[in-house]
């Protein structure tokens, strides 16, 4: 790689090609390092926004006699480019038609959940558990962030 005429040469070439190779193993470390983070940090997709928004409903349902199938809907275009928003509609089988069961939003970089009609975050401990399972998939972090700007960011509707 490097010529060598004298012992002293050698010495230098040797070091000259520890350095570039210690270099080279730096930046390949380094670059798999940041591709592993923009891997992690992610936004929710759209199919783990409706799993949560599915829990919400199912949740506040439960109650609900007779309790009747449901669909979701998604809105075609977001009023909020930092939420997905659903309509979840249900489809009840003792009468003709369906019924709006209510509007949601999902924040999607902390996997909050709000609740249109009141303007809250809905919280339960299941739809938690989901939450943090998406949130350490996203690289959010494995709980709501108390801090910053995403936290219990409101959507513009609200």
């Not at 005429?5 to 070091?15: A, H």
């Not at 609740?115 to 494995?142: A, H, N, W």
């Amino acid at each position: 790689m490097f010529p060598v005429v004298s012992r002293g040469d050698v010495d230098v070439s040797i070091k000259a090609s520890l350095s570039v190779a210690c270099l080279c193993s730096l930046l390949v470390a380094n670059s798999a390092a940041d591709t592993a983070t923009r891997r992690q940090a992610r936004e929710l997709t759209i199919t783990e926004a409706a799993t949560l928004v599915r829990l919400a409903v199912e949740k506040q349902i439960e109650n609900v006699n007779p309790k009747g199938p449901f669909t979701l809907d998604r809105s075609p275009r977001e009023p909020d480019e930092r939420f997905f928003s659903f309509q979840a509609i249900g489809v009840w089988t003792q009468e003709p038609g369906s019924a709006v069961i209510g509007s949601y939003s999902v924040n999607r970089k902390t996997a909050d959940v709000w609740d249109m009609s009141s303007c809250e975050v809905i919280e339960f401990p299941k739809l938690f558990e989901v939450q943090t399972k998406y949130r350490i998939r996203i690289g959010s972090g494995k709980e709501q962030p108390s801090k910053g700007p995403n936290s219990y960011a409101k959507p513009s509707l609200c």
